[in-house]
């Protein structure tokens, strides 16, 4: 008689089967089930980590001591592997995940595409060369790409070529192994002149091996992006939600600010201290006497958050619309709402706040008659170059925006423009807001003081009492509360918008 065995069967643990490794070309998707504010904290620290990735990419040299250490602070601080000589599977799963989730949420466009997959590529190089021989060679055979290193025979043939192509690569010598891998799997050592090509192959270094493990990611993951627009219905809903939370930094809440300018300041002050996208919204405004909705968002919550009070809001907005085609009767009914409503003085009565650079590049692009949005990324780069020109950027600061558009690292552009307009070498802040570029630049003009109102209006008593400079920034869980109620109050202006 046979009996059943007794012995438990081993639950195997989708965990520590799939976070075992230190790196991946993350081919699985996640298949577990995550809770909301999971899903949300780990698609921010992702953000924020490539955010980082570029902006060390580029004000540091790629893969110098500075870069390498800013990156493993960066992963360190926000609970990302770190040492890939350590078994982290919370850490591992974290990273999994995340990407993932961005993934869905960056496969929209092309210009999205293309930013998601550099910064993942310059993230998973810097995490690759921290691999040891041992890990780099099981993490090539894991993900099947056996490439063939050549015989001694063949390597002392060739010692002359190959020493003299590798000249570029320190620490290389025929003691090392060299791969003979087809040349299109390793354009960019081709291109920078780093390896021998002989009859359509080239011969590798075994330092270098890097650059092909490189190439195949990100040929994978362009892939992977390509067939998640077919098969993801939620990149709007993701995108949204995470260009609502990606910024934590000072909200600029226009009740902090109330009465430090005056109408009459608004010109000048735009020829100043402006950034070029709202710089940009107030000529159109002064020309046309009129705003879309967009712009009317955009612009208006920025000067809410430099101090403009809804009285003088009402009242600037009103002069501006009255020298076009609104009549005074007309502004008050189709207009003087919404304003109200963006100071939190109708419906909801959610105080909102001027709007990131993240949310002006990602969400809500311009159409045909809109002057919203980042010019950065959203202009013609001709007609970015006549703008930059226009406003006296000269020739070689216009070239060294234009290639960081280029690059797409539109907020990087903008802090150009800054030091260029306020020639200055180094801005000594990392840009993220509109109304801190603002805040910056008075700063700068006024030898580290805030704006002052130049004139005395008696417009109320609350003016000339509130010009007591910015408060400091919220708690993050205040901040974070901020977010949480303008994204819900959010759904309630679809149905105030005005186009007209």
């Known amino acids: 008689m046979q009996f059943a065995s007794r012995k438990k069967k081993l639950v195997s643990n989708p965990k520590t089967e799939l976070y075992t490794e230190p790196l991946q070309f993350y081919g699985q998707p996640p298949l577990e089930n995550i809770s909301l504010s999971e899903f949300e904290a780990f698609a921010v620290d992702r953000l924020r980590l490539l955010k980082t990735v570029e902006n060390s990419g580029v004000s ?8 390498k250490k800013k990156l493993e602070s960066e992963l360190k601080a ?26 869905l949420a960056y496969c929209q466009t092309e210009d999205l595409r293309r930013w998601f997959i550099q910064q993942e590529v310059d993230l998973f190089r810097h995490r690759f060369k921290g691999l040891s021989p041992k890990q780099k060679l099981e993490f090539l055979h894991k993900n099947n790409l056996q490439y063939n290193t050549i015989s001694g025979e063949e390597k002392e043939q060739l010692k002359n070529e190959l020493l003299n192509s590798s000249h570029g690569v320190s620490g290389v010598s025929l003691e090392h192994d060299f791969y003979k891998v087809p040349f299109q799997d390793a354009l960019d050592l081709v291109r920078t002149r780093k390896v021998y090509l002989k009859e359509g192959y080239a011969y590798i270094p075994q330092s270098e091996i890097v650059a092909i493990v490189l190439n195949d990611f990100r040929t994978r993951l362009s892939k992977a ?9 939620l990149s709007d809903v993701l995108l949204f939600l995470i260009c609502s939370h990606s910024y934590f930094g000072q909200d600029y809440s226009g009740q902090k600010n109330v009465g430090k300018i005056s109408l009459e300041q608004i010109d000048s002050l735009a020829g100043k201290s402006f950034p070029l996208c709202m710089r940009q919204l107030h000529k159109a405004l002064r020309e046309n006497h009129h705003l879309r909705y967009g712009g009317r968002m955009q612009y ?5 958050g430099i101090g403009l009070s809804l009285e003088q809001a009402l009242q600037f907005w009103k002069m501006e619309f009255i020298q076009g085609k609104v009549d005074a009767d007309k502004f008050d009914k189709a207009f003087a709402y919404n304003i109200r409503h963006m100071f939190g003085k109708e419906g909801k009565r959610a105080d909102y706040t001027p709007y990131s650079c993240m949310k002006v590049i990602l969400s809500n692009p311009p159409s045909q008659g809109d002057y919203h949005g980042c010019p950065f990324r959203h202009s013609d780069p001709e007609l970015l170059k006549q703008k930059l020109q226009f406003y006296k950027v000269s020739p070689s600061g216009v070239n060294q925006i234009l290639e960081l558009v280029k690059g797409m690292h539109y907020q990087l552009a903008c802090q150009k423009y800054f030091e260029l307009t306020h020639n200055v070498e180094d801005s000594a802040f990392s840009l993220s807001h509109p109304n801190q570029y603002f805040i910056e630049s008075q700063k700068l003009l006024g030898g580290g003081k805030d704006v002052k109102r130049e004139t005395e209006t008696p417009q109320r008593s609350q003016e ?8 400091a920034a919220r708690e993050p869980a205040a901040v974070e509360s901020q977010h949480l109620a303008e994204m819900t109050a959010n759904l309630e202006t679809d149905f105030l918008k005005t186009d007209f």
């Open 464 to 471: 000339n009492s509130a010009a007591k400079g910015p408060a």
């Open 60 to 67: 540091m040299v790629k893969r110098g001591d500075d870069y």
């Open 78 to 103: 926000l609970d990302f592997p770190y040492r890939e000589d350590v078994e982290e599977p919370e850490k591992r799963r974290k990273d999994h995940i995340s990407h993932f989730i961005l993934r």
């Open 225 to 233: 992006l390509a067939v998640s627009i077919h098969v993801c219905f």
């Open 300 to 304: 208006g919550l920025f000067l809410k």
